[in-house]
């Protein structure tokens, strides 16, 4: 475990330590922890670290060429396409105008036709059907298409969305029996039932057979319905794989009406990208068609939503349905029930459509109270289990407990996802029946639902896919259910995987980001999963200006040039780092690109979501009246990133005295010589649980000097710690008051090369002398205004060169002597050095800077 410091460090072995510890879980923990220490393009260490790892495909250029003759897009259009595997012109065309024609035939859909008859059936009977809906948005928009679908057959039929809390997820044998009671003779699952092996063989006895239309992963065994319609089944043949539950019914109304119904394309596009669906293929082509009639002929129902989300209809993207309308959408069902958002998609009238929706508004503002409240419990319980274990290597989180809302544990899984990068359960406890229900959410690289599988024995029941899963189980297994999941993903996730990533289309020149290539980028519209916005990186851009904007200053604003072309970027909710980002500075950028629209003027311009740097930060702060007021107030801010060097005895005791106990490395700058990374004493740091170990623990950023060396220890010292691979960001110099810092300025001049050429000249008109202070080499002194012992030293280095041949006190120039550079002279780079040491103290700020910056990009140790 790293070394805390609570007391008062009263040795080198003891700084060193407690900075070992904390840079050897840095090397170990930095994937993990979203830090790398060496990213990118391979240019070198960034001071500044990208919180993703940025993964750049290869795009072969004659291949972008090519997309962009033929196809007449913009390179940079081009470019993404080509990046992201499109290679043949004539999908690639179709890729840029989907067409209702070629949605497939609904009927090559394994158990689509048994579907129809049934339904059909029960229609020419005139027996009640039962839509079985889900209480999310795919879950909900499934059962309003299947409303308009019944609606327009003629049929008797009712709806049953199951209370997500009371229920929980899927069919359950309450429902069923409901259903008997109800005279149901079929129930229509939309949106689940793959997974109802017990349920419907239970209907079954009841004479109710049962219909399911899911997209769902299908377990092993599969129930006996009257029909399984799942394009995910193994031996469906149907080509498009990635259709969500509201898609399904989509293909089920085009197999029952024997046409397209392009009208129905509206809700199954929201259920498609609220479901986080790929929008590639078939779902590319509904999400285009829905979101065309969203904004041109919206139902009531969507008319009302957008008012309440505070959008127009004609403005909706995909974008505004994954964050405004669906989480509206899914309120309803979260913390009371889903039938006010299904009332909503199926009202006549806009009178009745707005009480729903503002119901749903009220509700998702509530939730979004409910889950910040349910997380910082969540996170404080996950601590507190941290720390009673002691720290060990944890790879994945599983939390329970009594009063938590089950309708909401997806939201607070996926935060934890976000803070810790773990794949995260989050399940409420019912103290009356001792049953859990909740929601996981996963990382990249790690199968959620093949793992939960290897766990079915423990639960009740289970579904999902990949990255996201719902499931009940009994209190009494979620510590097994915990300890299994740990050591699957320990051993699944990759250690690049540890580290969140960021897949970039395209390394871009500012001058390529015009506003006619952001245009043609929206030709790739629309964007969500299997089909992201465009993200580009741009390299070495300056800051030109760096501001903050919004209420309480929350968000970015910047303005960066290259090569005599600027640009504004943006990024919301960074504020807090403008700091980091001073004019001046050179960073790459990752982010989006989007269009300006204001006063009818339009312009490019970057949404950024990442940044790096290879500039150091550097803050001059030797003006400080009181540097210990000053070292307080850094205290206050951030104590787990600091380290204190002192140049002088007496400051490194009155930094002792007043911040030992705070947790902070103080030591001076003998105490910093040997190499913290190689250290021996840090083993047992490394041992330590990567994936979860605190910021505190990862990161020693921060490096105030009260104080610059002025001798070559010091000054070897604080090369070393300046390196690239000791992580830090900022280094802030504060004065030591109880050091001197006169000098004398001819003792802070070092000759140069043209110096050296001058005494050696006076060398070879002597052609030879005797060593003595009061004989040639004072003459040159007095002649050349140089310090004698500096011209001792010049001679000293023409002597190792071999340019003078000593013989006890007698000096002689040697002919024709071998011509070797000046850095060949031990002496001379220890003269360099010491010189170095001596100017150190009264360098400018901008010189102080730029020799900051210089040993930052010296070679790395071991590089």
């Known amino acids: 475990m790293p070394v805390i410091l609570t007391n008062r460090i009263t040795s080198k072995k003891s700084f060193l330590r407690s900075c070992n510890n904390r840079m050897m879980i840095r090397s170990a923990a930095g994937l993990a922890a979203g830090f790398c220490l060496r990213s990118g393009n391979g240019k070198g260490f960034y001071m500044i670290k990208s919180k993703y790892r940025w993964v750049m495909p290869s795009a072969e250029e004659h291949l972008v060429a090519k997309l962009s003759e033929e196809l007449r897009i913009d390179r940079l259009c081009a470019g993404v396409l080509a990046g992201r595997g499109w290679t043949s012109l004539e999908e690639t065309a179709s890729f840029l105008k989907p067409d209702a024609d070629r949605l497939t035939d609904p009927f090559e859909m394994k158990g689509m036709a048994a579907a129809v008859d049934r339904i059909r059936h029960a229609l ?11 209480y999310d948005a795919d879950g909900v928009t499934s059962t309003a298409l299947m409303v ?18 009371r229920e929980g997820y899927g069919l359950n044998l309450a429902a069923i029996d409901l259903a008997a009671e109800a005279g149901v003779r079929l129930l229509v699952t939309v949106d689940n039932g793959i997974s109802a092996v017990e349920q419907i063989a239970y209907a079954s006895r009841l004479g109710i057979d049962v219909v399911v239309t899911d997209h769902h992963e299908p377990p092993e065994t599969l129930p006996e319905a ?63 068609l829905g979101l065309e009639q969203l904004r041109s002929r919206p139902i009531a129902g969507i008319r009302a939503l957008t008012k309440a989300s505070g959008i127009k209809p004609e403005d909706l993207t995909s974008g505004r349905i994954a964050f405004s309308l669906a989480p509206r959408l899914n309120a309803g069902g979260r913390l009371e029930h889903a039938d006010s958002a299904l009332r909503l998609l199926t009202a006549a009238t806009d009178e009745e459509a707005d009480v729903y929706a503002a119901e749903l508004d009220r509700l998702n503002g509530e939730r979004q109270a409910l889950v910040e409240q349910t997380f910082e419990e969540a996170d404080g319980l996950w601590r507190s289990m941290r720390e009673t274990d002691g720290f060990v ?25 976000e803070k810790y990068y773990l794949p995260a359960v989050i399940l409420a406890t019912d103290a009356g029946t001792g049953l859990c229900k909740g929601s996981a959410r996963s990382i990249d690289g790690f199968d959620l639902y093949a793992a939960l599988t290897e766990c079915a024995e423990w639960m009740e029941h289970f579904g999902g896919h990949q990255a996201a899963a719902g499931l009940t189980m009994k209190r009494v297994h979620v510590a097994e259910l915990a300890a299994r999941l740990d050591r699957i993903a ?36 629309p964007f969500g999963s299997g089909n992201p916005t465009p993200r580009i990186a741009i390299g070495n851009l300056r800051i030109r200006d760096s501001r903050t904007m919004g209420k309480e200053s929350k968000h970015l604003r910047l303005t960066v040039e290259q090569s005599g072309t600027s640009i504004e970027v943006v990024a919301f909710g960074m504020g807090a780092h403008c700091d980091r980002l001073p004019p001046g500075m050179r960073i790459d950028l990752l982010g989006e690109l989007t269009v300006n629209e204001w006063n009818g003027n339009r312009k490019a311009q970057v949404m950024f979501q990442d940044y790096r740097s290879e500039d150091l930060l550097f803050k001059d702060r030797r003006h400080e009246k009181d540097p210990l007021a000053a070292l307080d107030l850094l205290v206050s801010e951030g104590a787990s990133d600091l380290v204190v060097v002192c140049a002088s005895q007496t400051g490194y005791r009155e930094a002792m005295h007043r911040f030992g106990t705070t947790g902070v490395p103080i030591g001076l700058y003998s105490d910093m010589e040997d190499d913290p990374l190689t250290n021996a004493e840090t083993a047992a740091a490394a041992e330590r649980d990567p994936a979860t170990a605190s910021a505190s623990e990862q990161e020693r950023s921060h490096l105030v000097l009260i104080g610059l060396p002025d001798d070559e220890q010091g000054l070897r010292s604080l090369k070393a710690w300046l390196l690239p691979e000791r992580g830090l960001e900022l280094v802030t110099v504060l004065p030591d008051r109880t050091s001197e810092t006169f000098k004398d300025e001819k003792q802070l001049l070092f000759p140069d090369r043209k110096h050296f050429a001058e005494v050696y000249s006076m060398c070879l008109k002597r052609g030879e002398w005797l060593d003595n202070p009061d004989g040639f080499q004072q003459e040159t002194a007095l002649q050349t205004g140089w310090p004698l012992a500096t011209v001792r030293m010049m001679h000293e280095v023409f002597a190792e060169l071999g340019f003078i041949a000593a013989s006890g006190a007698s000096r002689k120039v ?38 900051l910056q210089s040993c930052h990009n010296a070679k790395p140790q071991n590089a």
């Open 490 to 525: 320990q051993d699944r996730i990759s250690q690049d995987d540890w580290q969140p990533k960021r897949r970039i289309d395209l390394s871009v020149s500012l001058s390529d980001v015009t506003l006619n290539a952001v245009d043609q980028l929206a030709r790739l519209e």
């Open 148 to 165: 308009r679908l019944l609606t327009s057959l003629g049929a008797n039929y009712d709806t049953y969305i199951p209370h997500r809390s």
């Open 393 to 417: 290597a944890r790879h994945a989180i599983v939390l329970a407990k009594e009063g938590w809302n089950a309708g909401i544990a997806g939201l607070v899984a996926s935060r934890f996802v």
């Open 124 to 134: 020419r009977e005139g027996e009640k059907i039962r839509v079985y809906g889900d």
């Open 226 to 288: 009257i029909a399984l319609v799942n394009p995910k089944q193994k031996d469906c043949p149907y080509p498009f794989k990635g259709l969500c539950g509201a898609g399904v019914v989509f293909k089920l109304a085009h197999a029952m009406l024997g046409r397209s119904v392009l009208e129905y394309a509206d809700l199954a596009a929201i259920g498609t990208i609220a479901d986080l669906m790929p929008l590639t293929g078939e779902n590319r082509i509904i999400a285009r």
């Open 814 to 851: 040697v002919n024709n002597p071998t011509r070797k550079p000046l850095e060949e002279s031990a002496r001379y780079r220890k003269a360099r050095e010491i010189h170095e040491a001596k100017r150190l103290p009264v360098l400018s700020t901008d010189e102080l800077h730029r020799w």
